[in-house]
Structures are given as C-alpha cells and as structure tokens.
C-alpha cells in the first residue's frame, strides 16, 4: 500500500483506526486536502464562520453573565443573570438548529472561479455522514452552479477500511481518486447542459 | 498521540472551534448552575456538608438542595443555610429562636447546630446575637448521602483539584465532535 503525501508537512496522517469520531474527521481532512489542495479552488469560510459566531456570542454572554454576577452579588445580579442564561441557551437552540439545517454534515464549501470571467462563483459543498459504531462512510459531493443556481450531487457510501490501512494511516492517493471520479462526473453533466 | 497530532494539523478556524467547544463545555455547566440559583432563588442551590455539626441528620459528604422562596418565614425548626459577614463558607444549621418584630416582620435569628454543645453565638461576629433574614441564603428541601465526597477530597487535597481541571480540559481540547 502506498504511503501518500498528505497534511502541510507532507507527512502521512495517521488516526487511531477504532476511534470512529478521528476516522470520520481524518478522512474529511483527507477530502478538503483534495478539493482545496489538488484542485483549483478556494475554501469558503462563511457556513464555519457563523458557527463560529453562533458559539463565540454565547461564551461571551456567559462570561459576561459570571463577571457581573462576581462584581454585583446574588440578588442584585439576578435581572441580568435571567437575562444571559436566558440567552445562553436560547443562543444553544440556535446552535442546533444551524448544525442540523444549515450545516448539514457539511465539512468543506469551496468556490470555482467562472473560467471566462463573467459568471458567478459556483460552488462546490461536500458532506459526510457515519453512525456511531459503523464503518459506513457517506459522502455528497454537491455542485451548485454560480449562472443558473442549479444544483446536481452524487455521492457515494463506503467502508472506512476502503481508505485506512491496517496501521490507521490514511491512503490519500484512494480518497483522491474517489473525489476526482466524483468532480469529473459533475462537471461533464455541468458541461453537456 | 494522534489526537494532539490532529490538533496541529488544524486550520486555525477548526482550532477556534475546538477551543470554544471547551469553553462551551464550561459555560453550559456554569449557565445550568446558575438557572438553578435563579429558579431556587438562593446563590448557591446545592451546598455539601463539610463538617459533622448537624449529626446524626447529615453527614460529612452528604449533598444538600436548598431553596429560598422570597416569602416563606423561617420557623424554628427549620434547617437553614446562612452565611456570617466577613465569612465565605455557609453554615448549616437548625433555627432554634425565631422571632419576628415590627410591622415589616423582621425576623431575628438563632441557630445551632444538632451536634453541638452550644448555640451559634460564638460564630457570630463580635456583639450580634442574632442573624437576620438577608444572611440566610435558603432553607433544605433535600438530601443526597455521600455524594459530595469528592468535594470533601478536593477541599482536603487541593492538588486533586487542578489534577481533575487539567485532566477535563485536555480530554475536552483533543475530543473533536462529529462535524
């Protein structure tokens, strides 16, 4: 089995091969190394960013709840202490609902520069899925074209042990090849439109 | 290890994330705690036993839920949970003196705990005999026998604590969700 280039340093990546939550994540890694890396596009940051918000709002509300209760003590702290928790969890609310519906397993969206000039973006998202305890590994590539707003996907549902060798390294070159089938796929049926 | 190996590998975004998932972790437990202070309207809604004053009725360990309603009168009798000017550790006790004067209802007073000799008067500060309304932080509504042990350990052995802390915040840091 060849050990493949992968990560900044260009070493291999290697996962606890029984640890399913390090496998996923290594593997969709491996994903985003293909489509950010091999191919000629740039990450967008914007569907991490606002989780990133999400979260940040509901530290700071929280901080900022325990420093006023330390400064004005129980009872005086207690309006703004309703009104903090109050928004913490409602804040936690929103989180689910944005992972659940916004995010939706998606890991990874980059942007493909029209090749004239003229149209918009399109947009490439990548999702993944694997229960706990099983070795199914499932994953949407969606292309959302920038002109029409159109979007077509495939997708495909494997066992990790297709991408992991016995030591838990993770075979790149395999996660690659799966990824360009599915990116050359797409574009043809962009392109015979 | 991997797992520390993955967080090296991260971009700085997945970093960000991993780090508030710690904080979330932290905050969701702090926020819980404090609605529970709200609802009970006392600061400190589970309180442990640290001393053996109020035997045979608790115990060194035991966990005790207070509440605080806004209108309910102390009686003697009532097993209360104050906190002395000047003082950090509250102190559970019975009210054994209770009275109320003037048209407001002032309540005065005095406690003692089962186990001890004499009444709480030593423990006051210099000159008061009594304890107001304001000190008193709730009455016990409940009891768990022995839970608080670890926090008996940890008051014994600091260490433990900052052992317990540390230990948490590295499973937390390096444990990445589904994402």
């Known amino acids: ?165 016995e030591n838990g390294v993770i075979c790149q070159d395999i996660i690659e090849n799966q990824i360009m089938k599915m990116h050359s796929s797409l574009t043809a049926a962009k392109k015979d439109k | 290890m991997e797992s520390f190996k993955a967080l090296a590998r991260m971009n700085p975004r997945q970093l960000a994330q991993q780090i508030l998932n710690v904080f979330m972790v932290v905050t969701s437990a702090v926020m819980l705690w404090k609605g529970l202070g709200l609802v009970t309207n006392t600061e400190s809604p589970i309180v442990v036993v640290l001393s053996g004053s109020m035997e045979p009725a608790f115990f060194r360990g035991d966990i005790l839920f207070l509440n605080n309603p806004a209108t309910d009168p102390i009686t003697t009798g009532d097993i209360v949970v104050f906190k002395i000017k000047g003082q950090d550790i509250p102190i559970v006790h019975r009210v054994v003196r209770a009275h109320t004067k003037g048209s407001d209802e002032t309540q005065s007073v005095l406690t003692k705990g089962d186990n001890n000799k004499v009444d709480d008067r030593g423990l006051y500060p210099r000159g008061q005999l009594w304890i107001s309304r304001k000190e008193i932080l709730g009455k016990v509504i409940g009891l768990v026998p022995w839970a608080g042990f670890m926090t008996i350990a940890m008051n014994d052995y600091p260490s433990l604590k900052v052992a317990l802390v540390g230990i948490l915040g590295l499973i937390a840091l390096v444990s990445r969700e589904d994402e």
């Open chain 1, 1 to 165: 089995m060849s050990k493949s280039k992968n990560g900044d340093s260009g070493e291999p990546v290697k996962v606890f091969k029984w640890d399913g939550v390090a496998v996923k994540n290594a593997l969709d890694d491996a994903i985003r190394e293909v489509m950010t890396k091999k191919l000629p596009y740039t990450e967008n940051f914007n569907l991490m960013d606002g989780r990133l918000l999400i979260c940040g709002l509901a530290v700071g509300i929280a901080m900022f709840a325990l420093a006023w209760d330390f400064i004005y003590p129980f009872p005086k702290s207690k309006p703004i202490l309703i009104g903090c928790v109050g928004g913490y969890f409602f804040l936690m609310g929103i989180l689910t609902l944005y992972t659940t519906f916004k995010e939706k397993g998606i890991f990874v969206v980059v942007m493909q520069k029209d090749p004239a000039g003229l149209d918009p973006d399109s947009r490439w998202e990548v999702a993944s899925k694997m229960k706990k305890f099983d070795d199914m590994y499932e994953v949407t590539v969606r292309l959302i074209d920038g002109k029409s707003g159109a979007s077509r996907e495939t997708d495909f549902k494997r066992s990790v042990a297709d991408f992991i060798d």
